[in-house]
């Protein structure tokens, strides 16, 4: 069943999404060569407390950390360390915050340095997938037009979707009905209603969209060892389109 959420319920969720955009706009700022995701890591955690709001991520299913910071062929869930970030790398960042009974989730790819033409250009299709699912994501489509809009943006560019992994409803819950996978045919799926709330978070790989999970249990990477970016934001299905609610 997916949630419907009031006016209030959406109002209420804005909090924990304003969180979660100023964090992760602050930490990005942070991200330079040498740094650690640690470090990083350490930051965003102090910057959610601060705010009187809990990391979402730390804790959940034992995950240790505020952030999952994914680099280069790192595809989610990557977990901060003392790895020093290096000129060239793209780093993924996603970050969820707890407040006011209600999650936020959102996630960017960042370049360290100078980067390749090629990995800029996986990082933009990768945004642009976003911005294109959250376009379908209104009251009337159906949830696979938000699918078939992220996958046609990325694969027309080229680039390859991860299965593997999907976007969830949002709330009280920091993962909800529906499952919002990154690739689907257009017309179908439940129909999207105001109220509804989605984290829509492509995976979108350099190469095949094979993904792999290493030995640390949760760190996924690309099959191939190819690059891969992730952007996510939560939105509301409003009576006028999709209301952004982790904006950075
Ligand atoms: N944005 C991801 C998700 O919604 C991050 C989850 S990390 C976890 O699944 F640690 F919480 F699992
Ligand atoms: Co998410």
């Known amino acids: 069943m997916i949630i419907i959420k009031s006016a209030k319920e959406i109002e209420m969720m804005r909090r924990?999404?304003?969180?979660?955009?100023?964090?992760l706009a602050e930490v990005s700022e942070k991200v330079k060569v040498g740094v650690t995701t640690q470090e990083l890591d350490a930051l965003a955690e102090e910057l959610i407390l601060r705010r009187g709001a809990k990391p979402a991520f730390k804790g959940y299913r034992g995950y240790?950390?505020?952030?999952?910071?994914?680099?280069?062929?790192?595809?989610?869930?990557?977990?901060?360390?003392?790895?020093?970030?290096?000129?060239?790398?793209i780093l993924s960042i996603d970050l969820g915050v707890f407040s006011q009974g209600y999650y936020g989730d959102a996630a960017v790819t960042l370049p360290v340095g100078n980067i390749s033409k090629e990995a800029q250009g996986l990082i933009e299709s990768t945004k642009r997938s976003l911005y294109k699912g959250i376009e379908a994501a209104v009251a009337g489509n159906r949830l696979y037009d938000v699918s078939?809009?992220?996958?046609?943006?990325?694969?027309?560019?080229?680039?390859?979707?991860?299965?593997?992994?999907?976007?969830?409803?949002?709330?009280?819950?920091?993962?909800?009905?529906?499952?919002?996978?990154?690739?689907?045919?257009?017309?179908?799926?439940?129909l999207l209603k105001v109220g509804m709330v989605l984290a829509i978070e492509p995976m979108i790989n350099m190469?095949?969209?094979?993904?792999?999970v290493t030995g640390d249990d949760w760190t996924v990477v690309t099959v191939d060892g190819s690059l891969s970016a992730h952007f996510e934001h939560t939105v509301a299905i409003g009576s006028n389109g999709a209301v952004i609610l982790t904006s950075i």
Not at 16 to 23: A, D, L, S
Not at 170 to 185: A, F, K, M
Not at 207 to 212: A, C, E, F, L, S
Request: proline letters at 8%; one cysteine or more.
């Open 207 to 212: 190469k095949g969209y094979d993904v792999r």
């Open 64 to 89: 240790p950390s505020t952030l999952c910071t994914s680099v280069n062929e790192e595809v989610v869930h990557g977990i901060p360390s003392r790895r020093k970030l290096r000129e060239g790398d």
């Open 16 to 23: 924990p999404g304003r969180i979660v955009g100023e964090v």
């Open 148 to 190: 078939f809009a992220v996958q046609k943006q990325a694969e027309g560019d080229g680039y390859s979707v991860v299965r593997d992994f999907v976007g969830h409803g949002i709330g009280t819950s920091l993962h909800e009905e529906p499952q919002v996978p990154n690739y689907g045919s257009p017309g179908k799926g439940p």
